[in-house]
């Protein structure tokens, strides 16, 4: 073993030396000769799939200055009208754009309409350096968010997309939600911008051929002003220490709400509603600004002194009553996304909620693996249990149950429940009902909220216009009336003073014993109409970025409210990958998968993810422990 070890470290050392002799010295001389174009793609072709290119060219002293980087015009010229394929010799080159800026192919397409599409690194000095020092890991999230937003805003601004065909010829933009997340894309540091950008080259999909006109001008003109507009936003620190202040300030407020005895934060100024259904965006026209009432207001200190106020909802129960179309939902969508930060001129900057939040709510036909809801389900007929609950077609009470045991066996101080997206009968029972139907198997949630938070820590946001046997189990009873919110919980009680509250214990302490066959979690994908196997599929369903095709699984997380972007559930689908592959997550459940490679994410950085797709650059956002748990537990594959 150790000879073999030996001879591959020998092997690789060769190619490496090789390799980057031919990048450094011979490409660049034959590209400028009139050396026929395939002697120059020959390398291109033999080490295509190599990865790391710049650790493996260049170690830590590779060159940076863009007038060390041959100029991409020249090559534009000697690939224009050759074979698509032939793209393939700027694998791991580095090419001078503008005056400061180096990029560098790390991956490229076979053909025009390929997916994914070729990924550059895109590098440039860094020089709002001074009152922007990046202190924090938060700050540093900041910044790189505020980078790729920049970089994309300069993309639709300065490039023209579709050159070529099939969709060739363009910059492939992610889709980026309201949040800001962490991700893989962009890197902050000693000084440098490194932006990892995808761009589909140009070229015909006929005999497919090289434009190179077109890539020359995407390259020197239209990223050369790409570039120019991004480090002209870096230098505008008003506006980058607005937006890093919007991340720590939420970070902040975040920290503080343990302290203060509150499960979320609503801050004073905010606009809540979006605008439409089908848009994340803050409504501009009629925005109604949230002011609140000094009985529900609270003040949180931050760092500089100054204190924030804002409708403060504390831990416990909490439900949130009031008319149609006056702001009940609307408020609680606000605290689903407020475990994330927002970006300024969201609307939501300073609605802050418990970071381990989870909206749970029914649904139908979800697969639950082996979860024990014998809390809130009883032995049903036919001699079914629920201390270990299967079904590949859950009702919306079961899975609902499902739902708020599995978020709790993952961390969850804090469910977010809507009435208008619950199962009724888990929510609440009447008296004529229990006394017609005594044996129900469902135990409703109302029975045992008080029991959720006392005993075991956990408190509840319920919005419920219609449900007022609520208001006896509730601390706090928040009215929302013209998206303004009141304080009604002493006349509420009043209102139910002389209702008898059916309530009692959890026998439970809601720890997750399963173990996951992690051997069986496979990526292999087999497409039955084609009769061929791919080693590995995972991604987002097409438009659909709430949905995770896994091999030949289809995960669902539309109901999962913490996964907010695309890139998320990629992340999700390369973990569940992981779990089979690396061999370190034998013997567990899903909640203790979740939190594991969480925790290795957290030590290690996205870079064990991006080993994992030997193909090409992963783009990749960090979701919550919660919310990868949630996406587990809805594998329909997974066996337990």
Not at 158 to 164: I, L, P, S, V
Not at 610 to 629: G, H, I, M, N, S
Request: glycine residues 8%.
């Amino acid at each position: 073993m150790v000879l073999n070890s030996c001879r591959e470290m020998a092997t690789s050392a060769i190619w490496n030396v090789t390799y980057r002799a031919w990048v450094t010295t011979f490409a660049p001389i034959l590209i400028s000769s009139s050396v026929p174009i395939y002697s120059v793609t020959l390398w291109g072709w033999v080490y295509n799939g190599k990865r790391d290119l710049c650790s493996i060219f260049f170690g830590n002293s590779m060159p940076m200055n863009s007038k060390n980087a041959p100029n991409i015009a020249e090559y534009a010229a000697k690939l224009d009208d050759g074979r698509y394929s032939e793209y393939s010799v700027l694998l791991g080159l580095r090419f001078g754009v503008g005056v400061e800026c180096v990029v560098e192919f790390v991956h490229v397409q076979g053909s025009p309409g390929a997916f994914p599409a070729s990924v550059v690194l895109v590098s440039f000095p860094w020089a709002a350096s001074d009152s922007t020092a990046i202190d924090s890991r938060v700050a540093c999230v900041a910044i790189e968010d505020y980078v790729l937003r920049v970089y994309q805003e300069g993309v639709e601004k300065h490039a023209r997309q579709n050159r070529g065909e099939d969709g060739s010829g363009s910059f492939q933009l992610l889709t980026l939600s309201q949040e800001v997340l962490e991700r893989n894309v962009v890197s902050v540091e000693d000084g440098m911008v490194c932006i990892k950008a995808r761009i589909s080259l140009p070229g015909t999909s006929r005999s497919p051929k090289i434009l190179g006109d077109e890539f020359k001008a995407m390259f020197s003109d239209e990223l050369a002003a790409v570039v120019e507009h991004v480090e002209s936003e870096v230098d505008n620190l008003s506006r980058l220490r607005q937006h890093v202040e919007a991340v720590t300030v939420h970070a902040r407020i975040q920290s503080e709400l343990e302290q203060n005895d509150l499960a979320a934060f609503v801050g004073e100024g905010s606009i809540l509603p979006r605008a439409s259904g089908v848009s994340d965006l803050p409504l501009k026209s009629g925005e109604v600004a949230l002011t609140v009432p000094d009985p529900l207001c609270v003040e949180i200190a931050l760092d500089d002194g100054e204190c924030v106020r804002g409708l403060g909802i504390p831990r416990g129960v909490t439900v949130i009553v009031g008319g149609g179309y006056h702001g009940k939902s609307t408020l609680l969508d606000a605290l689903c996304r407020g475990v994330f930060p927002h970006v300024p001129g969201d609307g939501r900057e300073r609605v802050v909620t418990d970071s381990s939040a989870v909206f749970v709510r029914s649904e139908d036909g979800r697969s639950v693996r082996g979860t024990d809801i014998s809390c809130f389900v009883s032995d049903l007929p036919g001699g079914r249990t629920t201390d270990s609950f299967f079904t590949d077609d859950a009702s919306g009470s079961t899975s609902q149950a499902a739902s708020i045991v599995e978020a709790i066996q993952a961390g969850a101080r804090l469910l977010l429940i809507d009435e208008d997206s619950s199962a009724t009968n888990l929510l609440y029972r009447d008296e004529k009902a229990r006394s017609l139907v005594p044996d129900d198997p469902i135990r409703p949630l109302i029975d045992t909220a008080r029991s959720l938070y006392e005993e075991h820590g956990v408190s509840i946001v319920l919005v419920s216009g219609a449900i007022s046997e609520y208001w006896a189990v509730a601390d706090s009873v928040i009215e929302m009336r013209n998206y303004q919110p009141s304080d009604v919980t002493e006349r509420a009680r009043e209102l139910v003073r002389d209702q008898e509250i059916v309530s009692g214990a959890i026998e439970t302490e809601f720890c997750d014993t399963r173990i996951v066959d992690v051997s069986k979690l496979s990526a292999e994908y087999y497409a039955a109409r084609q009769r061929i196997s791919v080693t590995r599929r995972i991604k987002a369903l097409r438009s659909q970025a709430k949905i995770l095709e896994f091999g030949n699984d289809v995960v669902d997380l539309s109901a999962v409210s913490g996964v907010v972007d695309e890139c998320q559930t990629l992340f999700i689908g390369y973990a569940l990958y992981a779990f089979s592959q690396m061999g370190d997550f034998e013997n567990e459940s899903p909640s203790s998968l979740a939190v594991r490679f969480m925790e290795m994410v957290e030590q290690e950085g996205f870079g064990f993810i991006e080993e994992l797709e030997p193909k090409w650059p992963l783009f990749v956002a960090k979701p919550r422990l919660q919310d990868l748990a949630a996406a587990i537990n809805r594998v329909r594959s997974l066996e337990i």
